[in-house]
């Protein structure tokens, strides 16, 4: 009877200390657990920009940020919140199933269960690891490339993890799972890459709020941005002399201690750019982080001048902002060079190889080339140049029919995707002639994936990119003297950006910003239709996508 009636009180005191829980801020400060580096209760003594994000009460919410600043902490909180104190369901995206929501699991979730008492008795069931169930509410951990994955899924909340790295054309349907919920809350984070595409876009629609606090110098408000607020002490990123590197204010040019941040940070609040957004955005760089020392973005920064990889994330993950490289775009000075005295529309010659390139979508774009062999090697497009043609848009497939014919293609390489059905029927038509394509898995490099179908193969989508845009900055391309606008802008769209995988080795994919790409690829597939054209190629045979 004692042991009932103590927990009988344990239980009636628990409930009247969850009933004064009001805020995510509160229910983390009681419950939540940290491992290292600062092992122990929740606080927000390291990290005080995180508490606004905590209890924000915004629909739509988005943080564009540098890496470790503990944003994903902030997304945790609100999901652990949101099951426990709402009872409400939770989905949280990530790039992709495998190994994204695996490690994410493994290393993120069940740690924050295993040090806490109270999480770990919430949550009955972890042994999948895409779907945790506490009592009637569930967390879902689910990649955003499969789109069956992001369906059938009722929430009221939904955590979007390193938006720039997901298929974005899903992110769009894994919103509609909050549609029938009377409250919802979108939180969308990521370290950025370019302008205008993924977490840049949502910032740039949101209030734009940035971290101000007092300097303990001046007492003026200010916020930490480089380069004005870090002294480099060194040029050489090996000698200890970039030990002294270190942050100032802004505005009174002082000292501000690394170890006195937790003491100056804590008076700081968000300012926002733009007031009464239904959006509220928030951006910080790693110069607040109370464990990356300011040395260590010096070194970053000398690396930064060294290559692509460096530059590119110390922009995107140590300050948190959008970059392009040099060179990783096609420019308007690379256009007008490739620009020659022939119009768009004009004829081949005779005995000349043609290829055409189509990107599937609302329309279907082409481009039409000539090629100019200039020796002979394994590699047929490292030793050609080649002269665009014609390029342009039709509706119908069937249009498709009368250019190859009228210019006399050699070669058509065409999207498989959206219109899988009608590109099929296409090839069967041009059989031998023309080959969908698949942009994934399967090959490496140039080397190009067949199918045994006889009219599909799949590239990499990088490689072949690389090649096909490349010409335009070593001058292997002459273009029309009135290439259109569009043209033009579609060429521009796609950036190459450059990032490290997990083992440190540097790797490059192509982004866009809301802005269309179909011509770019177009060049591309017409680019792959050369190979197939002279079959200079190493096949290799791959089963049918499904």
Request: proline share 4%; with cysteine; net charge neutral.
């Amino acid at each position: 009877m004692h042991n009932l009636a103590k927990a009988l009180r344990e239980r009636i005191s628990g409930g009247l200390k969850r009933k004064s829980i009001t805020t995510c801020s509160q229910w983390a400060e009681r419950y939540r657990v940290m491992g290292k580096p600062y092992p122990g209760a929740w606080s927000f003594l390291h990290h005080p920009w995180l508490k606004e994000m905590h209890d924000c009460t915004s629909e739509s919410m988005c943080g564009q940020k540098s890496a470790q600043m503990g944003f994903t902490e902030v997304a945790l909180n609100r999901s652990f919140y949101t099951i426990d104190i709402h009872g409400e369901s939770v989905l949280y995206i990530l790039p992709a199933s495998t190994p994204d929501a695996s490690d994410f699991s493994t290393s993120r979730f069940d740690p924050a269960l295993e040090l806490s008492n109270h999480l770990s008795k919430l949550f009955s069931d972890v042994k999948n690891i895409g779907h945790k169930r506490a009592g009637s509410a569930n967390f879902f951990i689910r990649g955003s490339r499969s789109r069956s994955q992001l369906k059938s899924l009722p929430v009221s909340t939904i955590i979007e993890d390193e938006l720039d790295e997901m298929v974005q054309e899903n992110v769009a349907l894994a919103q509609e799972r909050t549609s029938g919920q009377v409250n919802k809350s979108i939180f969308k984070l990521s370290t950025p890459t370019i302008d205008n595409f993924g977490i840049n876009a949502e910032y740039r629609q949101s209030t734009q709020e940035h971290f101000f606090f007092k300097c303990p110098s001046c007492s003026k408000q200010v916020e930490l941005t480089f380069p004005d607020c870090l002294v480099i002490t060194s040029d050489d990123f090996t000698s200890t002399d970039i030990y002294g590197s270190h942050i100032i204010c802004p505005a009174c040019k002082n000292i501000l201690p690394h170890e006195a941040k937790p003491s100056f940070l804590s008076t700081g609040l968000w300012v926002p750019t733009h007031v009464g957004r239904i959006s509220r955005g928030f951006h910080i760089n790693q110069l607040y982080s109370c464990t990356v020392k300011p040395y260590e973005i010096a070194i970053s920064w000398r690396k930064a001048q060294l290559n692509p990889t460096d530059e590119q994330e110390f922009y995107n993950s140590k300050l948190g902002l959008t970059h392009i490289v040099e060179g990783a775009r096609v420019t308007d000075a690379n256009i007008e060079r490739a620009k020659k005295d022939h119009r768009n529309g004009t004829k081949g010659r005779p005995g000349k190889i043609l290829t055409l390139g189509v990107d599937v979508g609302k329309w279907l774009h082409y481009e039409l080339d000539e090629w100019i062999i200039e020796g002979e090697g394994p590699d047929v497009n490292l030793l050609s140049t080649c002269k665009t043609l014609k390029h342009g848009k039709c509706l119908n497939f069937e249009d498709l029919d009368g250019i190859m014919q009228d210019y006399g293609v050699n070669f058509c390489c065409i999207d498989a995707n959206p219109e899988r059905r009608k590109a099929l029927e296409f090839c069967q038509r041009n059989l031998g002639r023309a080959r969908m394509v698949f942009y994934g898995n399967g090959a490496k490099g140039t080397s190009i994936g067949v199918h045994t179908d006889d009219v599909s193969i799949t590239v990499d989508r990088t490689s072949w990119l690389d090649l096909a845009l490349g010409r335009f900055k070593n001058g292997k391309i002459f273009l029309p003297f009135d290439v259109d606008n569009e043209y033009r802008q579609q060429l521009k769209a796609l950036v190459r950006i450059y990032e490290k995988d997990a083992d440190g080795n540097p790797v490059g994919r192509y982004v866009c910003g809301n802005e269309d790409d179909h011509y770019a690829h177009a060049r591309n597939y017409s680019e792959i239709a050369l190979s197939m054209s002279l079959d200079s190629f190493q096949n290799q045979n791959i089963s049918v996508p499904l």
